[in-house]
């Protein structure tokens, strides 16, 4: 029996999706854009990193191969190899460019309704659910109630919190609601219960996630978000990879947000990470005891929440890097019959106009003892890639996509 991973880089596109237009994201392309800028200089920051964007063992396993065949070149200054591994490019079948949406294709089970947003109004959320939210969780009220950067918002009203007690909240063009409090002034748990309400709340009007931002600090110089961001996703459609590992009593680790994202439903052991490089850190090590015929699922945020949203191109470039520099150590935890697919959820072109997702392919490179190297395609749906999986694993087939293991080849 063989085992499965499947490590998503949150936010890393690889060039604007056929229907980027629609989104406002016509000529995205997160990581042709990033290596563009590092090849000019525009990334060389003293003490972090410098020169051309250095990825070779993914550019080995196929990575500029994959951003190829998605746009149509190869990212400046990456070598022009054969990859040792299969690799291609998916394109996002459901109506949405974020998180849970990308994750829940990814898996095999793409969302079949339309998203609910709040609009770009001042209040954005309307007055019925927010009262019905503040009677609901005792609450003396709310601040905010705007699209907003979940940074500057703390920074502007923080104080504002300290002194009332009523926790912010805010949007932005996502399917979000985010609530965010000092974690010892309002109390993580009494934040997280809060959340729960607005779940409830929230779900007739298909909002994707409720995301808890606890904070730190005592004025505007120190406000810190925390670790313990905690979201709260709408349940996932049936039909995961997931659900097929769990129906067939599969070992199923979770690594990162994919217990929050799947609503923790048939995520198996959850395991949290302070950061990208703990994250990376607890997978391999959960690799090493990972059983036969086991599932491995994991998030790695830092690139989308740290640099992405926050227009960090060098920062973006770094995390990049640091990714790109562990590959090894994955490589040697990998077994005979193994599978790792690595890929993305949505874009997030630090380069871009805004602070927001954008809609574009994800590279898709699949790995492991005994995967021949060879090109996949523009794939239909992100959701080929839980297909696959399940087809590697002796599963029955996920709720939506084709098995790339079942393409007629020439």
Not at 6 to 18: E, H, M, Y
Not at 294 to 306: C, E, P, S
Request: aromatic residues 6%; contains cysteine; glycine residues 12%.
């Amino acid at each position: 029996m063989t085992r499965a991973l499947i490590l998503v880089l949150d936010s890393f596109g690889c060039g604007n999706a056929p229907d980027a237009a629609a989104f406002g994201d016509a000529g995205a392309d997160t990581l042709g854009h990033i290596a563009e800028a590092c090849a000019a200089g525009l990334c060389d920051v003293a003490g972090m990193r410098r020169g051309p964007l250095h990825m070779p063992h993914l550019v080995q396993l196929g990575l500029g191969a994959a951003a190829r065949a998605s746009t149509g070149r190869l990212p400046a200054g990456f070598a022009d190899v054969t990859p040792t591994g299969a690799f291609g490019f998916g394109i996002e079948r459901s109506l949405g460019k974020d998180t849970p949406s990308g994750h829940w294709e990814i898996a095999g089970s793409p969302a079949d309704f339309a998203w609910g947003y709040f609009p770009e109004t001042e209040p954005a959320v309307p007055a019925g659910l927010v009262d019905a939210l503040v009677r609901e969780a005792k609450l003396p009220g709310v601040i905010g109630n705007v699209h907003a950067s979940g940074i500057s918002i703390i920074e502007d009203l923080g104080a504002e919190h300290l002194r009332s007690g009523k926790p912010i909240i805010y949007t932005s063009v996502d399917s979000v609601l985010q609530i965010a409090a000092h974690e010892q002034a309002f109390g993580l748990q009494r934040l997280y219960e809060v959340c729960r309400i607005a779940r409830r709340l929230c779900d007739p009007l298909h909002i994707g996630r409720i995301i808890a931002r606890p904070f730190v600090g005592g004025d505007r110089s120190m406000f810190k978000r925390t670790p313990n961001r905690k979201d709260f996703s709408i349940p996932p459609p049936e039909g995961s990879i997931l659900d097929r590992a769990v129906e067939g009593d599969r070992e199923v680790v979770s690594i990162g947000k994919i217990g929050d994202i799947f609503a923790h439903r048939n995520t198996g052991r959850e395991v949290k990470g302070r950061d990208d490089m703990d994250l990376f850190d607890k997978s391999v090590q959960e690799l090493s005891t990972l059983r036969d015929g086991g599932f491995l699922f994991a998030n790695f945020v830092d690139l989308d929440t740290d640099f992405g949203h926050r227009r960090n191109v060098a920062g973006y470039a770094a995390g990049l890097e640091r990714f790109d520099r562990r590959i090894p150590e994955l490589l040697a935890a990998l077994r005979d019959g193994d599978l790792c697919v690595i890929t993305a959820d949505h874009g997030n072109d630090p380069t871009w106009a805004g602070t927001d997702h954008t809609r574009e392919h994800v590279p898709i490179l699949a790995f492991g003892p005994g995967v021949a190297p060879r090109a996949l395609g523009g794939r239909a749906t992100f959701a080929d890639i839980g297909a696959s999986v399940a087809n590697h694993l002796g599963l029955p087939a996920t709720r939506a996509g084709a098995a790339w293991q079942d393409d007629t080849l020439p």
